[in-house]
């Protein structure tokens, strides 16, 4: 396979030495066939020339010619090329160039001859005469013959403007040549350099290279945008890099705890140091039961994550899911003596309800959990013209605004969460901003330290899309 950066001047090189060549030989043909034309016009009027000053020196009075004009004339027509014979009117010859000096006549016929031959071999040029009868007042006064070679001959003059002509454009073909291939140079290698470079940042990219980058810009919008999705493209392999790494020591560390705890009360159990009462052995089963939960956790967010997850959506009452689940919740609440309100009416939205209940429990969940007792927690429902809008409120613990971002990503809990033993494994907004995102909703969450949360969902209403 051939180089973009061998290939590039030579197609432009190829290109211009095409064009030039085209140019140059239609141009030289039209200038060529125009200047012949010329040419044979001129020597038309030259012929008529000699008959005009020829006829003009007759002297009708005396019926005598001025022989020495015409000696003039004839000799002057001769070193042009042109042969004349003049004969008077009862057909006498008068002045003839040939008779005058037959060898100049023959040198400068051979050499015409010679010339035309050489530069015009096709064009089947010969001496041929032409008569012509002069007249004055109406009288013929004689007959003049000029013998010249035609269609058409060129002088030295005329062969000098055809050479320079010709030198004008190969001259202009080479320097179209040369500033082809400086300019095809110049040229692709802007345009090669970011290929080349891209294409190594590739190479490496797909080494598993994630760090490297494409530093600056090039000049052509097509190349820039190659760039940019190439260090897109290594900004996120490097994030997804990042992500697993980092999935993998959170599922670590959220196995390791419970494991441990449940090993070392059942080692304790064993080597008989601890008696097996129901206490010791429930604090096992919910430690047993967290981790059931957890891996219950990932198992809903890889599903709901896939792409195809299956929603069994249908028109679900916002406000009457809410009702619901949060009436599953009375007894925590009531042991947190927490203040409690739903408020709101009947929403329809277009929505799996087993996962809208999952979206909900998870978020009442943690209200529940990061609010002091005696706290309140609100849920309202209403609707915009879109969307049916559940608000989960409390007024707890909070989250730092720089955390807010944070807590929608697996396995994230806030500083404050993981010191209080209250929280889970960092899942469940994970997975109630995965159901959202697939309901085509949105969840935002607004909080400030140690005044509360609120989390705010929009789901499309049954019937938005059609209507
Ligand atoms: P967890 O199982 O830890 O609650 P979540 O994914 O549900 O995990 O929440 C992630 C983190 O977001 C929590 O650990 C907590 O720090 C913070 N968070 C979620 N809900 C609230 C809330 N209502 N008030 C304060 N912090 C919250």
Known sequence: MRSLRAQLPLTIMFIVLFTVAIITVLSNQIINREFESYISDQQKQKAEDIVTNVSSQYNSLTGEWNIEFVHGVGMYALYDGYIV???????????????????????????????????RPNNGGEFITHEH?????????????????????????????????????????????????????????RITRPIIKTAEIAKQISGGNYAIRFEGTAKTKELNDLIIAINHLAGALSEQEDLRKQLTTDIAHELRTPLSTVGSHLEALIEGIWEPTPARLQSCYEEIDRLTELVADLERLTHIESDNPSLNKSSVDLFDVARIVSGNFAIEMKKKKLAFALVGDAVFVLADKDRLSQVITNLISNAIKYTHINGYIKITVKDSEKNGILVVEDNGIGIPENELPLIFERFYRTDKSRNRKTGGAGIGLAIVKSIVTAHDGTIMAESEVDQGSRFTVALPKYGARER
């Open 85 to 119: 014979k003049l004969y008077d009117r009862s057909g006498d010859m008068v002045w003839d160039a040939e008779n005058h000096d037959m060898a100049l006549c023959a040198q400068i016929m051979r050499e015409i001859l010679e010339k035309m031959e050489m530069s």
């Open 133 to 189: 009868d002069l007249t004055q007042n109406g009288q013929k006064i004689g007959v003049l013959t000029i013998s010249y070679y035609g269609p058409y001959f060129l002088s030295e003059s005329d062969f000098r403007f055809i050479n320079v002509l010709n030198s004008v454009f190969l001259f202009i073909g080479i320097l179209s040549l040369l500033v082809a291939l400086i300019v095809g140079h110049f040229f692709s290698r």
